[in-house]
Antibody, heavy 118, light 110 residues
Framework: QVQLVESGGGLVKPGGSLRLSCAAS????????MSWIRQAPGKGLEWISY????????YYADSVKGRFTISRDNAKNSLYLQMNSLRAEDTAVYYC???????????WGQGTLVTVSS | QSALTQPASVSGSPGQSITISCTGT?????????VSWYQQHPGKAPKLMIY???NRPSGVSNRFSGSKSGNTASLTISGLQAEDEADYYC??????????FGGGTKLTVL
């Protein structure tokens, strides 16, 4: 069955960096676009970024552009999010999700919590 | 990219039908049939309920239906059940090739 497992979250100081990973299994990872979506505590969902199946097409939300970098390793069935220059407002649960096309996310991970605080 | 507009809360009694609206612009909802709806229970990951405006993934109850008119999409839940109580989010593809979510709607089953 399809599984997405995020890791790498934790407590980081403002201005710091963190790299999130998402391990995929149960499907042909290289066939699918993948995305990162976050949810601040008690708030709604916010789309962050997506990457095409080959990695050649990438888009970011304005709120993270220039600070976050999405990437993937199809040989390792893994998705990544490099987060730099972190701010308090980046505090959230970060989910990776498999895109069925056009933004319909049919599978989600359990999420990993990132807390940015001094 | 501004968030899509959803009512903060809706409520209904068991067996009734409710509709949640999701209003965007001609740059997102109005231009693409790429509207999705998600259900999220507390502490859980979101679950896809509707994709491409009105399509249900396998396993989702046919009590859930979606539609769109102009810049507004809608999710209708018929025959409300206690387990439908959750937060609901819409999303849409945009003309910037990005995605935008709605602010979320809390559904209370009375």
């Amino acid at each position: 069955q399809v599984q997405l497992v995020e890791s790498g979250g934790g407590l980081v100081k403002p201005g710091g960096s963190l790299r999130l990973s998402c391990a995929a299994s149960g499907f042909t990872f290289s066939d699918y676009y993948m995305s990162w979506i976050r949810q601040a505590p008690g708030k709604g969902l916010e789309w962050i970024s997506y990457i095409s199946n080959s990695g050649s097409t990438i888009y970011y939300a304005d709120s993270v552009k220039g600070r976050f970098t999405i990437s993937r390793d199809n040989a390792k069935n893994s998705l990544y999010l490099q987060m730099n220059s972190l701010r308090a407002e980046d505090t959230a649960v970060y989910y990776c999700a498999r895109d069925r096309g056009s933004g319909g996310y049919s599978y989600w991970g359990q999420g990993t919590l990132v807390t940015v605080s001094s | 990219q501004s968030a899509l507009t959803q009512p903060a809360s809706v409520s209904g009694s068991p067996g009734q039908s409710i509709t949640i609206s999701c209003t965007g612009t001609s740059s997102d909802v109005g231009s693409y049939n790429y509207v999705s709806w998600y259900q999220q229970h507390p502490g859980k990951a979101p679950k896809l309920m509707i994709y491409d405006v009105s399509n249900r993934p396998s396993g989702v109850s046919n009590r859930f239906s979606g539609s769109k008119s102009g810049n507004t999409a809608s999710l209708t839940i018929s025959g409300l059940q206690a387990e439908d109580e959750a937060d609901y989010y819409c999303s849409s593809y945009t003309s910037s090739s990005t995605l935008v979510f709605g602010g979320g709607t809390k559904l209370t089953v009375l």
